[in-house]
């Protein structure tokens, strides 16, 4: 999979989720899901029973062609064809500013029982 951060915060958002343990994830800037599909793994590596909701106005398979960010990677890992996101991973299409999808995701996190993890990338 594409994934646009650093290696450094990598390993520091790793250590967040570890110290943390959220309940969910809510991420905004999905682009092309490797940012999402690190943080599915990461919670299925430690165990934790969580989700993850990740809104971008464009979901990644419509993206996957584009180098705006990166440059195409055919070779790469398709990350909302995998398994971990298939379970793990709810895609709100649409701007995080928007009302509604701000009310879809508020009753999605209210249904967690735990900490909740919010990862502001991009709207």
Known sequence: AQVLQDAQDLMYLQHVVFSVRP???VET???KGGLTYFFATI??????EGDI???????PERVWGASWFCPVCEEC???WETDVWQR???FFAGWATDGELFDAVQR????????VLV?????
């Open 88 to 90: 793990r991973v709810s």
């Open 23 to 25: 309940a969910v994830i």
């Open 29 to 31: 800037g999905t682009y």
């Open 108 to 115: 999605r996190v209210a249904e967690s029982r735990g900490p």
């Open 77 to 79: 890992l398709r990350a």
């Open 53 to 59: 909701l990740s809104i971008d106005r464009n979901p």
């Open 119 to 123: 990862n502001l990338d991009a709207c």
């Open 43 to 48: 919670m299925d590596s430690l165990g934790l």
